[in-house]
Each structure stands twice: as structure tokens, then as C-alpha cells.
């Protein structure tokens, strides 16, 4: 069976609806960065066909005449996001989109990678993406359910909890609001969504 990170490791993926602490170890990413609000930008919506066309391409490298070394088959991660600015005016979000690699993911699989998505999708500028290790550390999570223009409630109630645990929000240009999408979004109904929330956290 491929191996599926969101079954393997649950504190990641499946958190509770009353919130937590998780150390959050080092992934590797291909990540993907932008400006403006996702549900009109294009760019956002060229970035996630970026990674998930990338991420589909690193699972099907078994099969390009040379598997890559320490290649296991694997359920493809989900997408993630990481954001900045005012809810109010979405059109200022910086944002970035990502999704979790296998550990057997160096730079030459991601070269290929490119090479085997720019050969189906030539209109794709893939010069965007980057791989990268990523560490978040200590933070707060909790799951969401339903839809993201409902989310404010239950991040207040995150914030909450990470300021009666002793600990304080630890918001920069490094560590920022975090969201994993459980469900694809552009095939979820909204209030099936699911969706954990995680804040970057420090002791007080």
C-alpha cells in the first residue's frame, strides 16, 4: 500500500477541534510564493496547479527508466499554505503554497520532476518553485470544519488557549499563520472542508 502521511502521522494531520501544542519537525517542501487573494488571483491558482502537477510527477518518477534512490510509493500530501496580511483585504495577502515531499526528494528528483511537468504543461513557469527543508517548531493547532470565511472563530479560540498555556504568538516574516487543507478545496463542498489551523508559538 503507498504509504500515506496523513494516516502515519497523525498529530500532524489530525489534530481535535479543541486545540494543542505539537513540535513540528523538519519536511521538505516544494514550495511555491505569491501576492493576492487566492479565491480571484491567478497566480495562486497556477501555483497550486504547479505543485500538485510536481508533486504527481515525483510519484510517478518509479517509473522514467530510473527510480530515484530510496524511492517508496507514497499518497501525495496535502496542500498546504502559509499567510500574512488582513482577512479584510484579501487582495493584500502574501502568501505561500506548499506541499510535503518524501524524504528520497533531493534536488536532481526535483529536476526531473520539472523536466517531466514542463514537457505536459509547457505554459507552466515552473521557475517559481523551489524545494526546500523546512522547520516550523514549537506551535498551536486545531482542526477546523467548514469554511474558511468561518475560520476567524475558531482561531480566536487557538489564541486563546496558546495565552492561557503559558505560551505567546510568535508571528513573523518566517513563521506565519498556517493552514493544511485536508480536503481538496476545489472539489470540497465548503462545509465539508476540513482544515487544520496551526500558530507558531513561544513560552512567555
Not at 152 to 166: M, V
Request: with cysteine.
Amino acid at each position: 500500500m503507498p504509504f500515506d502521511y496523513k494516516k502515519e502521522y497523525k498529530t500532524l494531520y489530525s489534530p481535535k477541534t479543541a486545540p494543542s501544542i505539537i513540535d513540528v519537525p523538519s519536511m521538505t517542501f516544494i514550495m511555491i510564493d505569491g501576492e493576492g487573494d487566492p479565491n480571484t488571483s491567478e497566480s495562486y491558482q497556477n501555483a497550486v496547479e504547479i505543485l500538485y502537477g510536481l508533486s504527481y510527477a515525483v510519484k510517478m518518477s518509479k517509473n522514467g527508466g530510473k527510480q530515484p534512490e530510496g524511492y517508496f510509493d507514497f499518497v501525495v500530501p496535502p496542500l498546504e499554505g502559509m499567510w500574512q496580511g488582513n482577512a479584510a483585504d484579501k487582495s493584500g495577502f502574501r502568501w505561500t503554497s506548499m506541499i510535503r515531499q518524501p524524504d528520497f526528494v533531493t534536488a536532481s528528483v526535483f529536476e526531473y520532476a520539472k523536466e517531466t511537468l514542463t514537457k505536459k504543461k509547457p505554459h507552466l513557469d515552473l521557475s517559481r518553485a523551489r524545494l526546500e527543508l523546512f522547520t516550523e517548531g514549537l506551535c498551536a493547532q486545531i482542526m477546523h470544519l467548514g469554511s474558511f470565511d468561518d475560520e476567524p472563530a475558531t482561531i480566536a479560540t487557538l489564541d486563546k488557549f496558546i495565552t492561557a498555556s503559558a505560551h505567546r504568538l510568535d508571528l513573523s516574516e518566517t513563521r506565519r499563520h498556517h493552514e493544511v487543507y485536508l480536503a481538496d478545496p476545489r472539489k470540497t463542498a465548503p462545509e465539508k472542508l476540513k482544515t487544520v489551523l496551526r500558530h507558531p508559538i513561544a513560552a512567555v
